[in-house]
């Protein structure tokens, strides 16, 4: 039998040690849960570098218009954060897109398609508020930046300029901004977003400005019992995204049957390690109260990995 002083001493180391091992994956530079579909208040180590490749797809069809329109975007986003210290981030972010959009004007079936890098988004994230605690944290932090004309806006196939929806970039200079919030325990995560981007005309279009609500809540699924040597954690994630775009604007008029608000739900996972995350979603729209004609929205899948150097 087991002396009661040295059980308790092994007791307190194993759960010590469990705690550390926890520690190590959740607060420390490491990869960490995070939403799928926007950002987190959680910091990245002073001089570590995070990356993250995410592959979406976005399926927009059931044309209320006469013209039968279907458009398939497919997006490979790289995106890479540098911790500058405990408190700021900076990150850019690069998309390249392969886009078809099918319709009918009338005269039969016909499909417009393009590819190519996308505008660049460049900005910084600064955390004013954190309360840690022995396994939680609470953070809040700012974010600001702007979208530059990296994309091509005047491209053209064999029927002329290619309109809005098929280009891969805007050709207007654009800022955004909001707050995040994130709670943080060893079980569970909680995520929130709010953001605004104001968007300028470019070659006489200008599309409309967006704000938007994202909340996110990340619950560890496996394993059920924490223990040593646990190789990583996976995680039940479900999101929502509260989406509204003022109407474009062609020559400075409204374009009545464009944008509008989506209320979007995604359910996901994540696998998390020390040093690397997988992830998958599936947004599907829950509400969508659209401008006239506007196309509506199918689906977004997403999956990617995150790493941390």
Not at 274 to 285: F, Y
Request: charged share 20%; aromatic share 12%.
């Amino acid at each position: 039998m087991i002396p009661v002083k040295r059980y308790r001493k092994v007791r307190q180391t194993i759960c010590f040690r469990i705690y550390f091992s926890l520690v190590l994956i959740l607060m420390v530079p490491s990869a960490q849960t995070a939403p799928i579909t926007f950002n987190t208040a959680l910091p990245v180590a002073k001089g570590e570098f995070l990356i993250r490749q995410q592959f979406i797809s976005v399926q927009s069809g059931d044309d209320p218009g006469p013209t039968d329109r279907d458009r398939t975007a497919v997006t490979s986003t790289t995106a890479l954060v540098y911790g500058v210290n405990h408190k700021l981030a900076l990150f850019g972010i690069l998309p390249y897109q392969d886009i078809e959009l099918s319709l009918n004007p009338g005269t039969g079936k016909l499909s417009r398609t393009n590819s190519g890098l996308g505008d660049v988004k460049l900005f910084g994230r600064y955390i004013f508020k954190q309360n840690n605690q022995q396994g939680r944290t609470l953070r809040w932090a700012g974010f600001a930046g702007f979208k530059a004309p990296t994309g091509d806006e005047d491209a053209r196939d064999s029927l002329g300029t290619l309109p809005p929806p098929v280009q891969t970039g805007t050709g207007s200079w654009d800022a955004f901004g909001g707050l995040v919030f994130t709670r943080q325990t060893l079980d569970w995560q909680l995520d929130a977003q709010l953001g605004y981007q104001t968007n300028t005309e470019a070659n006489q279009y200008e599309a409309g400005d967006i704000f938007r609500f994202d909340a996110s809540f990340q619950k560890r699924v496996w394993p059920r019992e924490l223990s040593v040597g646990v190789p990583g954690f996976l995680y039940g994630v479900l999101e929502m995204n509260l989406i509204h775009q003022g109407k474009n604007k062609f020559n400075g008029v409204y374009d009545p049957h464009s944008n509008g608000t989506r209320l979007l739900l995604a359910p996901g996972i994540q696998y998390v390690t020390r040093r690397w995350i997988a992830e998958a979603s599936l947004q599907l729209p829950i509400i969508q109260d659209l401008n006239g004609s506007a196309l509506e929205l199918g689906h977004i899948l997403r999956a990617g990995m995150r790493f941390n150097f």
